[in-house]
């Protein structure tokens, strides 16, 4: 059984920092592609940013672009995500996803397995 389980999440003054972590069982993630969505409130979920199996590629919304980074902990068997000067409307809650497919995808319907997600609020 796939258990995908974000942590880290809170809240912060706009231009602070968080940093998200995605802890996978059941599937490896370095085998696998994995990416962040976010959901805001009275929005549709919207794609954050995906890392590919290797970690030798990866693919930002332009919105997050220069802001976000994401990494992988084989070891760990984690996918984190650095936010730095956040904005009020970075507020929503993020997901983690998981697919088994090779292939970065920005599609939602297209990621085989998703964690609960964890609310990350920014202040103005």
């Known amino acids: 059984q796939v258990q995908l389980v974000e942590s880290g999440g809170g809240l912060v003054q706009a231009g602070g920092s968080l940093r998200l972590s995605c802890a996978a069982s059941?599937?490896?993630?370095?085998?696998?592609?994995s990416a962040w969505f976010r959901q805001g409130p009275g929005k549709e979920r919207e794609f954050v940013v995906a890392?590919?199996?290797?970690?030798?590629?990866?693919s930002y919304a332009d919105s997050v672009k220069g802001r976000f980074t994401i990494s992988r902990d084989n070891a760990k068997n984690t996918v984190d995500l650095q936010m730095n000067m956040l904005k009020p409307e970075d507020t929503a809650v993020y997901y983690c996803?998981?697919?088994?497919?090779?292939?970065?995808?920005?599609?939602?319907?297209?990621?085989?397995?998703w964690g609960r997600g964890t609310q990350v609020t920014v202040s103005s």
């Open positions: 996803a998981a697919r088994v497919q090779v292939g970065i995808t920005r599609v939602t319907t297209e990621y085989d397995f």
């Open positions: 059941g599937l490896t993630l370095s085998y696998s592609t």
């Open positions: 890392i590919s199996g290797s970690g030798g590629r990866t």
